[in-house]
């Protein structure tokens, strides 16, 4: 099959890319200013002492040296220990993954999918009342910036009416009780989760929204609407059935581009809301100079990155059966 | 008795210069199971009949004047529930663009059951398909290609099942506007053989849209000559090829026979533009007329008929 074909060909090229980027992230983390030798050496230690420990770390070592080590360490798994939190980076990431994952794929599909939903109503209402409103409410929400409209989210709903907590994930003292079950776990994340996911979802669908509308305009103009609509079918299936499908494609590509890049692009969110995810997390890392947990952060962000793109162009050849690879 | 009447239907578009009168005064019948040549140089207001025909006339466009009786009822005061149902059930279209007029997401097999199912609400899904295949040998496409996607078919075979598409409700007239504009020569033989075919086997009334003289000689029972939105003669074919009276139809036979096909379209697309905004008073072909007299650029020609069934619209054919 070609599809497959071109799946392993892609896959090739990500291992290269993947190992371009971890090489380029060993020579900028050993070049970039601020040594981590100083963070991790107590002055008041004997030079001895100091001495003891920067070899047990390696970083007396030649650089090609450091280099090679630093494969063998990554082939086996081995992504260092942080320094900061003197416990194995990957326990940490495998920790925060989860809570990124959890808070920005939910904002993202369900901006998706009401963008898509209401995108779709105003083309359709074109120049009306209905589609003007939409737009303009779309365009508002979208140019929004997200640290203010956070904090006027924290600072009425969760300072002034305190409907939700102000920060955090979990309630410790909820989690902490053995006797707490599944559901009442799962509520209090929920409670927690509703103001970052609303924020999220204000920004982000607007701009779905609008990207709908605009594909579905262009949609609208096609030649097979017009056979669709010679043919005598009714208007609501030639929405449903001929133009949003094709129109939803650009959407799709979009998504999954958002969803690469939250990762990364989620710090501000999450630590505005003290969300204990991997955004957070590296921002702390890299301005606490925890290498170890900085370059592990970086190159998970790297690979979600490349392996979503890849999802998205396989994605596209489900949806459009026109793209051949 | 006239499957359909064409009143003196007047269509224009709103447009940015102001208002563009595309159709004038254009009346014409089709009897059932026969065929009407639309013929005149790119827009002349061809498209525009065949759209006004299926109700699909864009938002800017506005029908000032005229009906369209189609077995006595007129199309233009249908609801849009009532022409969505005569749509394809009675008059279906082959249209201009074949490359994009077929869906790229769906099968094409689907999308012909679809009109089908649209039409009949007592047809299963399977009896849909079934009729699907036996259009499919209708038009001369394997049944193995049935499910395939449009892109998957070259331009003859995406125009041969626009032709299945137009036949799968059984209609009694198909407006087909340049069906074979966009294929190659070759193709385009094909293409009309095949209208041809249907024809005659199913006794459709086919109006056929064409600036090519040559193509709709072949395939018509009746022909109208096209100038700015006005029809300037109409008659059966054979009157107008032996005997034409209006001196543009005159100029279209003279290329067609003296010169090769592709000339006479290079030919027809020739000339002035007409400015159907701020139409003049007279003639419409005045400028271009070889044979223009003093009134003709003064008072508008009326309509002279030759025979019953032949007419032009043309002080010279007193
Ligand atoms: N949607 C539209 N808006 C404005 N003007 C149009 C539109 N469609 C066609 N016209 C104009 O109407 C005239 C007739 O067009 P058309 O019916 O497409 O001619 P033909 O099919 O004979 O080439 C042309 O002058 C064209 O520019
Ligand atoms: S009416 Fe006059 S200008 Fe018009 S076609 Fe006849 S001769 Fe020519
Ligand atoms: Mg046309």
Request: net charge neutral.
């Given at each position: 099959?070609?599809?497959?074909?071109?799946?392993?060909?892609?896959?090739?090229?990500?291992?290269?890319?993947?190992?371009?980027?971890?090489?380029?992230?060993?020579?900028?983390?050993?070049?970039?200013p601020?040594?981590?030798?100083?963070?991790?050496?107590?002055?008041?230690?004997?030079?001895?002492?100091?001495a003891?420990?920067?070899?047990?770390?390696?970083?007396?070592?030649?650089?090609?040296?450091?280099?090679?080590?630093?494969?063998?360490?990554?082939?086996?798994?081995?992504?260092?220990?942080?320094?900061?939190?003197?416990?194995?980076?990957?326990?940490?990431?495998?920790?925060?993954?989860?809570n990124?994952i959890l808070?920005?794929?939910?904002?993202?599909?369900?901006?998706?999918?009401?963008?898509?939903f209401?995108?779709?109503?105003?083309?359709?209402?074109?120049?009306?009342?209905?589609d003007?409103?939409?737009?303009?409410?779309?365009?508002?929400?979208?140019?929004?910036?997200?640290?203010?409209?956070?904090?006027?989210?924290?600072?009425?709903?969760?300072?002034?009416?305190?409907?939700?907590?102000?920060?955090?994930?979990?309630?410790?003292?909820?989690?902490?009780?053995?006797?707490s079950?599944?559901?009442?776990?799962?509520l209090?994340?929920?409670?927690?989760?509703?103001?970052?996911?609303?924020?999220?979802?204000?920004?982000?669908?607007?701009?779905?929204?609008?990207?709908m509308?605009?594909?579905?305009?262009?949609?609208?103009?096609?030649?097979?609407?017009?056979?669709?609509?010679?043919?005598?079918?009714?208007?609501?299936?030639?929405?449903?059935?001929?133009?949003?499908?094709?129109?939803?494609?650009?959407?799709?590509t979009?998504?999954?581009?958002?969803?690469?890049?939250?990762?990364?692009?989620?710090?501000?969110?999450?630590?505005?809301?003290?969300?204990?995810?991997?955004?957070?997390?590296?921002?702390?890392?890299?301005?606490?100079?925890?290498?170890?947990?900085a370059?592990?952060?970086?190159?998970?962000?790297?690979?979600?990155?490349?392996?979503?793109?890849?999802?998205?162009?396989?994605?596209?050849?489900?949806?459009?059966?026109?793209?051949?690879? | 008795?006239?499957?359909?009447?064409?009143?003196?239907?007047?269509?224009?578009?709103?447009?940015?210069?102001?208002?563009?009168?595309?159709?004038?005064?254009?009346?014409?019948?089709?009897?059932?199971?026969?065929?009407?040549?639309?013929?005149?140089?790119?827009?002349?207001?061809?498209?525009?009949?065949?759209?006004?025909?299926?109700?699909?006339?864009?938002?800017?466009?506005?029908?000032?004047?005229?009906?369209?009786?189609?077995?006595?009822?007129?199309?233009?005061?249908?609801?849009k529930?009532?022409?969505?149902?005569?749509?394809?059930?009675?008059?279906?279209?082959?249209?201009?663009?074949?490359?994009?007029?077929?869906?790229?997401?769906?099968?094409?097999?689907?999308?012909?059951?679809e009109?089908?199912?649209?039409h009949?609400?007592?047809i299963?899904?399977?009896?849909?398909?079934?009729?699907?295949?036996?259009?499919?040998?209708?038009?001369?496409?394997?049944?193995?290609?049935?499910?395939?996607?449009?892109?998957?078919?070259?331009g003859?075979?995406?125009?041969?099942?626009?032709?299945?598409?137009?036949?799968?409700?059984?209609?009694?007239?198909?407006?087909?506007?340049e069906?074979?504009?966009a294929?190659?020569?070759?193709?385009?033989?094909?293409?009309?053989?095949?209208?041809?075919?249907?024809?005659?086997?199913?006794?459709?009334?086919?109006?056929?849209?064409?600036?090519?003289i040559?193509?709709?000689?072949?395939?018509?029972?009746?022909?109208?000559?096209?100038?700015?939105?006005?029809?300037?003669?109409?008659?059966?074919?054979?009157?107008?090829?032996?005997?034409?009276?209006?001196?543009?139809?005159?100029?279209?036979?003279?290329?067609?026979?003296?010169?090769?096909?592709d000339?006479?379209?290079?030919?027809?697309?020739?000339?002035?533009?007409?400015?159907?905004?701020?139409?003049?008073?007279?003639?419409?072909?005045?400028?271009?007329?070889?044979?223009?007299?003093?009134?003709?650029?003064?008072?508008?020609?009326?309509w002279?008929?030759?025979s019953?069934?032949?007419?032009?619209?043309?002080?010279?054919?007193?």
């Amino acid at each position: 099959m070609e599809i497959r074909k071109f799946v392993f060909k892609r896959l090739i090229e990500i291992i290269v890319i993947f190992f371009v980027i971890l090489t380029v992230l060993f020579l900028l983390f050993r070049l970039a200013p601020g040594d981590p030798v100083t963070r991790m050496v107590d002055p008041t230690m004997t030079p001895e002492d100091a001495a003891h420990l920067i070899a047990q770390l390696g970083l007396d070592q030649p650089i090609w040296l450091q280099y090679i080590y630093y494969l063998k360490n990554f082939f086996t798994g081995n992504f260092g220990i942080s320094f900061h939190y003197g416990v194995a980076v990957f326990s940490i990431i495998l920790n925060r993954l989860p809570n990124t994952i959890l808070l920005f794929s939910t904002s993202i599909l369900l901006s998706a999918f009401v963008g898509i939903f209401f995108g779709k109503i105003a083309s359709w209402h074109k120049g009306k009342k209905t589609d003007t409103w939409m737009t303009l409410g779309a365009l508002f929400c979208h140019t929004l910036f997200l640290p203010w409209l956070a904090l006027i989210m924290i600072w009425i709903f969760g300072f002034n009416i305190g409907w939700f907590p102000l920060n955090g994930m979990i309630s410790p003292e909820i989690w902490l009780d053995s006797s707490s079950g599944f559901w009442l776990k799962f509520l209090d994340v929920a409670h927690h989760m509703v103001l970052p996911l609303a924020t999220l979802f204000l920004i982000h669908f607007g701009s779905y929204l609008l990207l709908m509308r605009s594909s579905m305009l262009d949609t609208l103009k096609e030649d097979y609407i017009l056979t669709a609509r010679a043919k005598g079918l009714e208007e609501k299936v030639i929405r449903n059935r001929h133009a949003a499908p094709n129109a939803a494609l650009p959407v799709v590509t979009s998504v999954g581009i958002s969803l690469a890049f939250s990762l990364s692009g989620g710090a501000l969110t999450e630590t505005v809301f003290s969300w204990p995810g991997i955004g957070r997390e590296l921002v702390f890392a890299v301005s606490n100079s925890d290498y170890p947990l900085a370059l592990a952060s970086f190159l998970l962000i790297a690979t979600v990155v490349l392996i979503s793109n890849l999802a998205v162009d396989v994605l596209y050849a489900y949806l459009d059966p026109r793209i051949k690879y | 008795m006239a499957l359909l009447t064409v009143k003196n239907l007047s269509v224009g578009y709103h447009t940015r210069k102001g208002f563009l009168k595309s159709v004038q005064g254009v009346s014409f019948s089709l009897d059932q199971g026969k065929s009407l040549g639309l013929v005149g140089e790119s827009g002349c207001g061809k498209t525009t009949i065949g759209m006004a025909l299926m109700g699909l006339l864009p938002d800017n466009a506005s029908v000032t004047d005229g009906m369209i009786l189609f077995e006595d009822q007129d199309l233009l005061k249908m609801s849009k529930k009532e022409i969505r149902q005569v749509r394809w059930k009675k008059v279906a279209m082959i249209f201009q663009a074949a490359m994009n007029a077929l869906n790229p997401v769906h099968r094409v097999s689907e999308q012909i059951s679809e009109a089908i199912l649209a039409h009949d609400a007592d047809i299963s899904e399977k009896a849909a398909m079934k009729q699907v295949e036996s259009l499919f040998d209708l038009v001369g496409i394997p049944q193995d290609r049935m499910r395939d996607y449009p892109h998957h078919y070259s331009g003859g075979m995406k125009q041969r099942a626009i032709i299945a598409m137009a036949l799968a409700c059984h209609p009694s007239l198909i407006i087909a506007d340049e069906p074979t504009t966009a294929l190659d020569v070759i193709v385009q033989d094909q293409i009309l053989s095949a209208i041809k075919d249907f024809q005659n086997k199913l006794k459709i009334s086919v109006i056929f849209i064409s600036h090519d003289i040559a193509v709709v000689a072949d395939v018509c029972d009746n022909i109208g000559i096209m100038f700015a939105g006005q029809l300037v003669e109409y008659g059966r074919i054979e009157e107008v090829f032996d005997a034409p009276m209006h001196p543009y139809t005159k100029s279209l036979l003279a290329s067609y026979l003296t010169l090769d096909k592709d000339v006479v379209q290079l030919n027809s697309y020739i000339g002035e533009t007409f400015d159907l905004i701020n139409s003049t008073t007279g003639c419409r072909f005045c400028e271009r007329c070889s044979v223009a007299e003093a009134t003709c650029s003064l008072v508008a020609p009326e309509w002279v008929e030759i025979s019953p069934t032949h007419k032009a619209l043309c002080y010279q054919c007193k």
